[in-house]
């Protein structure tokens, strides 16, 4: 079955409204391209569910095929050269460094649950702040986008074991909560 293009049917409905009236162009919208309510659930997603996922796809940001950096290293990278690698805590564009937007991974729907997508694990995908952003509640297939493959660990780690290093040799750093936060779901995350 042909899938048929949104212009054309709006401009049937149009042609309908002008020759048959308002029911012909009802029941043409109602048929071929009926409103779907989108909604903002506003989903949180712990660090350690985070992880799981971005560990899952490799750190690899699946509509793009980017390489993804784990967030606590960024917020590390401001904490230790903060001039060079600015951060602010709500996030003011104009004073985070553009990596933030970039290299951050986090959780996306691949099927919007605003469009009737399962909130769970098998319809989660790592992405970028900016993909997640322009993405929206659309569909990938809406935008032209291509699902890419899981990475590899082998390949690409995202730096988290560097994370995790790092820590391990500077435990002074996990008095601050976020790096807290993120280096005990590290530590979950790879030893379920």
Known sequence: MKKSNPADIIASACEALSLAGK?????????KY???????????????QSTEIFIRDGFIDRFSGEKLIFPPVLRL?????????????????SEC??????????VDHLIPVARGGPDEASNWVTTSM??????????VEE???????????????GL?????????????ILENSYLKRWYK????????
């Open 97 to 106: 460094h553009i990596a933030y937007w970039k290299l951050f991974p986090t």
């Open 185 to 192: 779901a590290a530590i979950r995350a790879k030893n379920p």
């Open 160 to 172: 988290l074991p560097w994370y995790l290093a790092y820590a391990n040799a500077h435990q002074e």
């Open 130 to 139: 900016v993909l997640n952003s322009a993405k929206s509640n659309w569909l």
């Open 34 to 48: 009926p409103h779907q309510e989108v909604s903002n659930a506003g989903r949180k997603y712990t660090e350690l």
């Open 143 to 157: 935008l032209n986008w291509t699902l890419h493959s899981p990475g590899k660990s082998s390949s690409w780690d």
């Open 77 to 93: 990278l401001s904490r230790e050269i903060p001039e060079e690698f600015p951060f602010h805590q709500n996030w003011k564009m």
């Open 23 to 31: 029911d012909a162009a009802r029941s043409i919208i109602a048929t």
